[in-house]
């Protein structure tokens, strides 16, 4: 697997949240590409993002928690959209893994990235901050149902 560190500005986003299951169906992502489409906010200029906010190894499935984000720009009137949530998303250094394989093999790049990349690495996760999932296509609209999803894991040097 090929890591890459990248620095990686704050962002501010816009997000509409699920709490259930990673693999239980996302209707929130539905919404989300619907309300940006509307207000147009779509790639390449903005971009898509997911934030797995609980490890399902800790927290009840049924309490996980995910945001489905989409960047907005500087200029973008937060005012007139009182129906969606706005987050600023944490910048710093990331190491970054370009991933492309069926969704459900996503946790499988988790569990290198944490059990083997960080700790043979000069870094340590960063626990203050998430890891985000810069989505690049729609796996279904991909001939083998495969996602494109760049991971960015928070950083920071490990100390000495």
């Known amino acids: 697997m090929n890591i890459l560190i990248k620095e990686l500005p704050e962002t501010e986003v816009a ?10 169906p996302q209707e929130h992502w539905g919404k989300l590409i619907n309300w940006a489409i509307n207000n147009g906010l779509y790639p390449p200029q903005q971009s898509f993002i997911g934030i797995s906010l609980d490890n399902p190894d800790l927290v009840e499935n049924k309490d996980c928690r995910h945001d489905a984000c989409v960047t907005i720009p500087d200029s973008f009137d937060k005012e007139k959209h009182k ?31 944490f059990g083997e990349w960080l700790p043979n690495s000069d870094f340590e996760a960063d626990y203050e901050r998430f890891n ?29």
């Open 83 to 113: 129906n969606i949530t706005f987050k600023k998303l944490d910048g710093g250094q990331y190491a970054v893994y370009a991933f492309y394989d069926t969704p459900e093999k996503l946790n499988f790049a988790y569990q290198y990235l």
């Open 132 to 160: 985000l999932e810069f989505n690049k296509n729609n796996p279904s609209e991909d001939p083998e149902g495969k996602c494109r999803v760049d991971l960015f894991v928070p950083i920071k040097k490990r100390n000495p």
């Open 15 to 24: 997000f509409f949240r699920h709490t259930g299951s990673y693999f239980e």
